[in-house]
């Protein structure tokens, strides 16, 4: 039984994974700094507040304490500060001092008076924090400090340059992962496009150690594998080779036996062997692509060409519609692919007809369609691979291998193309070569 997986939150790449990581420790590292820049920006406004409080606070109550009532009311607002103010009347009801931090600035106030007032305190709200501190001047007139303690605001522009840091952050986090990643990129692209048919160029071995090593490695398995389809390919060119000969003798020594039943299944037999052996080496051939050079030719000429062929030889194949298309291609890759589907749609149902379709302006279709029973849809990508067999509706009495769509989809791909099937509505398979239009 599987485990689920423990952190399905994560990105699934290894970069979105690597730069969250980066981000995300670096953006608590830069909240950790902030926090403590703030902290020590909070504890030293609270220290100059304090200090400038004591200082302010005597002076002030000494100065209004001999000013007349008129002067006194021309003064207070000059005595005004950030986070106190003066007023000359009574404090507001309200309830005792709660916070410490208010008892603290009201024991300050008291000691900075050299307690020569008698003081009323009263706490006026609580969110924003406001207190206000009662005495009466010599001449009975009562004065009120004001109290709304508060940190020094904070710059309009800082936020702005926290914000562009996060993103220097996420910028560097970002380009410091791309930088550690490419080389796994590279090496699961050059992955994707491995075709042992067509070797790609090898992999840069510059870099890292770990990344050379990798290189390497790649280039070494490329290198095998291509050496291990090529030696495939001799192989089974000698084992044909040395089959054909005790075929055909073994033909010829059928050929001279009395006419009966068994010499008409042996010649039967050595014709599906020789079919069978001939078509597993052009399989083989497939895989490698074609080695002739392309050349620019026209379409319509290359379908006449296929289909009048087997118009001379009785067979009912017919062209629909008519292409005026040129294109570069491999004309011998592209005659079999062509003639194994008209063989394998004459085969399986009786006829073929062919015709072009546009599909985009740079691709097109060629539709070799037929009027057999179809391919279930379950089957349809088995078909396509060497020896596979629907034993319902192929057998031996046609002659086929299993190979026919096999050798055409090999040869579609290295045409640059690709071997669709689907059957059609009215009944039928239709076998369509999509390839680029290459000028």
């Known amino acids: 039984m599987n485990a689920a997986p423990r952190w399905r939150w994560l990105p699934r790449t290894i970069a979105a994974r690597l730069t969250l990581i980066l981000f995300a420790g670096l953006l608590l590292a830069h909240a950790l700094s902030f926090a403590l820049l703030f902290y020590e920006r909070y504890v030293s406004a609270r220290s100059m507040m304090l200090g400038n409080m004591e200082q302010d606070v005597a002076i002030s109550v000494a100065l209004l304490d001999r000013m007349s009532p008129a002067e006194r009311r021309q003064w207070t607002p000059r005595l005004e500060r950030r986070t106190y103010r003066y007023l000359l009347q009574p404090a507001q009801a309200g309830a005792p001092l709660s916070s410490e931090r208010a008892r603290q600035v009201a024991a300050l106030i008291d000691r900075s008076l050299q307690h020569r007032y008698r003081l009323v305190t009263t706490a006026v709200s609580q969110s924003p924090e406001r207190f206000q501190v009662q005495l009466k001047l010599a001449d009975g007139q009562p004065l009120t400090l004001e109290v709304t303690p508060s940190v020094m605001p904070i710059a309009r522009w800082l936020p702005w340059v926290l914000v562009a840091q996060l993103a220097l952050l996420l910028l560097c986090a970002w380009l410091a992962v791309r930088l550690a990643t490419r080389p796994l990129v590279r090496l699961a692209d050059a992955a994707e496009r491995l075709d042992p048919a067509h070797p790609s160029a ?33 192989i089974l060119a000698a084992i044909s080779h040395d089959l054909q000969t005790p075929i055909t003798r073994m033909k010829l020594r059928v050929e001279s036996m009395d006419a009966s039943p068994e010499r008409a299944r042996l010649g039967e037999d050595l014709l599906q062997l020789e079919q069978l052996v001939r078509e597993g080496i052009a399989y083989a051939r497939s895989t490698h692509g074609a080695t002739t050079p392309p050349v620019q030719l026209n379409l319509q000429a290359l379908l006449d060409s296929v289909v009048c062929d087997y118009q001379d030889a009785g067979k009912p194949v017919r062209l629909s519609g008519h292409s005026d298309l040129s294109l570069t291609t491999r004309p011998q890759a592209l005659r079999r692919v062509l003639e194994n589907l008209i063989d394998n749609a004459i085969k399986y149902g009786g006829s073929a007809d062919v015709g072009v379709r546009a599909i985009a302006p740079d691709r097109f279709a060629i539709d070799v369609d037929d009027a057999g029973p179809g391919i279930p849809e379950e089957h349809m990508q088995a078909v396509l691979q060497p020896f596979h067999r629907l034993e319902s509706s192929r057998n031996r009495d046609t002659g086929g291998t299993g190979l026919g769509l096999a050798i055409a989809e090999q040869l579609a791909a290295h045409l640059g193309g690709e071997l669709q099937l689907t059957n059609r509505r009215e009944g039928g398979l239709r076998a369509s070569l999509v390839l680029p239009v290459v000028a």
């Open 202 to 234: 090898p992999l840069s071995e510059s870099g890292p150690v770990e990344v050379a090593k990798a290189a390497i490695a790649f280039n070494a398995l490329q290198a095998r594998i291509s050496h291990y389809l090529a030696e495939r390919l001799q």
